[in-house]
């Protein structure tokens, strides 16, 4: 409810500020002062149920580039704003120690391909003398002590061929490894984007602790917002959602809910929900703060007025509106009010308060119960209605957008514009004092 009272006391400036200008706002009736105020026509309907929640943008697509190696840098390729291919180059750190240590794992390997041609080759030797003592032992022509010396000396080579071949294998492994190595010094975007808050000098010793670059794709956006426990019961995937924010002006992006969390972060028992946003390269900048509505359902019927419209009174502490009870414009509400040449207001018509409940509330307007639909309500001007010893008001009827716009402004804009027109005013009326 206290939204619903300071929209009030913002619009009250609003008020001050298009009246001042009519010599006839207020009428005079002895001494009795007729207050003017503004409002509007009750309707029937449903309000949509929304949750605002603040949210941080990212990338579609978004990866923080770290070194696999420590190294000082060598050459940088790409600079903030670059776009990238998948593989391109991006900077190249020293190779000299990288590719030494590659050498010498090379020269590794050749001298274990040497040794394990060696071991084939005694292998080889002794399974020609084991055969060769066999076909003497076939003719009993050979001892049972050499044909066992000669066993022995094959398991010994068959032994060390295959530990030549491990060799052979962990001299491999080490090629590789290094290669490997060799090739982290030149580090290569994993992702299609464009290359933003690079933190890479020449010279500059990185190591795996040191981002260099982020990279992503802005043409799509994600944006994550947390859900309480209690949000989880209402809000779910595929849910429309309407972003906005400061750097946007007016415009609204419009998104579904498309992924959320499963599990409640320890602590804060709370977790998060992902928007897709599509061709949003030009609005929104990864790592901005923008506000998110999440539509989840409709209110039941009842009658709406904006919250404006919605007053506690000083006195008896309720709830309330002041409704026109006789009032039957029969002109048009108006959009727009040019305090300079202010459309007319009614003849003194009689406002009441009527308590109400309000049974769901939206952001700009609440559905309530104690009025019905087609009561026209003050939306703007209560205050001056409370010590109102005739009961009666002149009334503007004015448009559901107007006051709709209104009440979007902030107090400090509304400040600004009062001032301006007053700043503009004085100006005329020196001109014409000078003329």
Not at 271 to 282: F, L, S, V
Not at 397 to 403: E, F, K, Q, T
């Amino acid at each position: 409810m206290k939204k619903i009272f300071a929209t009030t006391t913002i619009l009250a400036l609003f008020l001050f500020a298009a009246c001042s200008g009519e010599s006839d706002n207020s009428g005079n009736r002895g001494n009795v002062v007729i207050p003017s105020v503004e409002a509007v026509q009750a309707q029937f309907g449903s309000l949509p149920l929304e949750e605002r929640l603040s949210g941080s943008v990212r990338s579609q697509q978004q990866v923080e580039i770290y070194p696999r190696i420590s190294a000082p840098i060598e050459e940088i390729y790409v600079q903030n704003g670059d776009q990238v291919e998948r593989g391109d180059p991006l900077l190249k750190l020293r190779d000299r120690e990288y590719a030494e240590r590659l050498r010498q794992a090379e020269a590794n390997l050749r001298i274990n391909r040497a040794q394990e041609k060696q071991a084939l080759a005694s292998l080889n030797e002794a399974e020609s003398q084991l055969r060769r003592q066999q076909i003497l032992a076939d003719r009993e022509l050979s001892s049972e002590i050499e044909m066992e010396r000669l066993q022995a000396q094959m398991q010994s080579a068959e032994a060390n061929y295959e530990l030549a071949l491990a060799q052979v294998e962990q001299a491999e492994s080490n090629v590789a490894e290094q290669q490997e190595l060799l090739d982290q010094t030149v580090i290569r975007s994993p992702i299609n984007g464009t290359v933003g808050q690079r933190n890479a000098n020449i010279g500059m010793q990185a190591n795996n602790n040191t981002r260099l670059f982020s990279v992503g794709d802005l043409n799509d956006a994600k944006i994550t917002v947390n859900l309480t426990e209690r949000m989880l019961s209402y809000i779910q995937i595929g849910q429309s959602v309407q972003v906005r924010s400061e750097n946007m002006g007016d415009r609204l992006l419009e998104g579904t809910v498309s992924r959320i969390s499963p599990f409640l972060g320890a602590g804060n028992f709370s977790t998060e929900a992902e928007i897709d946003i599509e061709n949003t390269r030009d609005l929104l900048i990864p790592g901005m703060f923008v506000t998110v509505d999440i539509f989840y359902g409709e209110s039941e019927q009842a009658t709406i007025i904006p919250l404006s419209a919605i007053y506690r009174h000083p006195r008896t502490g309720e709830t309330g509106v002041f409704i026109a009870s006789d009032f039957g414009s029969e002109t048009e509400p108006v959009e727009q009010v040019d305090s300079k040449n202010p459309p007319p207001l009614s003849e003194p018509t009689a406002v009441e308060f009527v308590a109400i409940d309000v049974i769901a509330q939206g952001r700009e307007s609440a559905g309530v119960a104690g009025i019905q639909s087609g009561d026209w309500v003050v939306t703007v001007g209560q205050n001056m209605l409370i010590n109102n010893e005739a009961g009666t008001a002149r009334i503007r009827a004015v448009s559901w957008n107007r006051i709709l716009d209104m009440q979007k402004m902030q107090p400090q804009d509304l400040l600004r514009d009062i001032m301006n027109e007053r700043v503009a005013d004085r100006a005329s009326e020196n001109q014409s004092t000078q003329s």
